[in-house]
């Protein structure tokens, strides 16, 4: 009953320093969603695909790339990482069938960026 | 440009208080809202609001869409130390399928 995987769930990081997060998801979801969070800003939305293939910016892209090659992977690259950076990041991913809102969330990487 | 405003951004009460939180927008062609919250980790889902579905209810807490006036509310009666965590409103615009999210309402209930 896996649901949404992230990994990983911690890492350090020095400027400049590139790295992947990747999101699983295993319940046949479209859409799929990377999201982060700074103390006191809600969750800002970097980027999100509505299918395999597909993606597109939200409001925070800039620093970050994304791909979804598997509609069940969602991979958010930093090719070079800035202290700005640090965060904790989540994934999300629900589906337009029988949409109830509800996202799915994982359980968050907390990345800090020295 | 899309957005979703709370209000307050934090609040103390103690158990037994109600509590009103607020979330304001502007988006392009409403689709829902929604309320979630958040404890330690992820956000757990809450309620969605809709053009057919302007009030929902669950227990203890509640909601209401004011399509009109761009807002909602979410009430929680006879607060618990339970209820302590971050309240976050979110909204799809269109039929986009993406998520934007206010800054939160942090809530703190003391005993």
């Known amino acids: 009953n896996a649901g949404v995987t992230q990994t990983p769930k911690f890492r350090v990081l020095k400027t400049g320093q590139s790295m992947t997060l990747l999101c699983a998801q295993d319940?046949?979801?479209?859409?799929m969603y990377w999201y982060r969070q700074d103390p006191g800003m809600g969750l800002r939305l970097i980027h999100y695909s509505v299918g395999e293939g597909t993606t597109a910016k939200g409001e925070v892209p800039d620093g970050y790339n994304v791909s979804r090659l598997k509609k069940q992977n969602f991979l958010l690259g930093l090719e070079s990482a800035a202290p700005s950076q640090t965060s904790v990041y989540f994934c999300?991913?629900?589906?337009?069938?029988?949409?109830?809102?509800?996202?799915?969330f994982g359980e968050g990487s907390r990345l800090t960026v020295l | 440009e899309d957005k979703v405003v709370q209000s307050p951004l934090s609040l103390v009460v103690h158990e037994g208080d109600t509590v009103t939180l607020n979330c304001s927008y502007e988006v392009t062609n409403f689709r829902s809202l929604l309320w979630y919250k958040q404890e330690k980790k992820a956000p757990t889902f809450l309620f969605m609001l809709?053009?057919?579905?302007i009030e929902k209810k669950s227990g203890r807490l509640s909601s209401i869409l004011d399509k009109k006036e761009l807002f909602s509310i979410l009430n929680i009666t006879a607060t618990q130390t339970g209820d302590s965590a971050i309240y976050l409103c979110?909204?799809?615009?269109?039929?986009?399928?993406?998520?934007?999210f206010g800054q939160g309402t942090t809530l703190q209930v003391k005993p």
């Open positions: 809709t053009s057919s579905g």
């Open positions: 999300a991913s629900n589906s337009p069938q029988g949409y109830t809102g509800e996202l799915f």
């Open positions: 979110a909204v799809e615009p269109g039929n986009t399928g993406k998520l934007i």
């Open positions: 319940m046949n979801h479209e859409y």
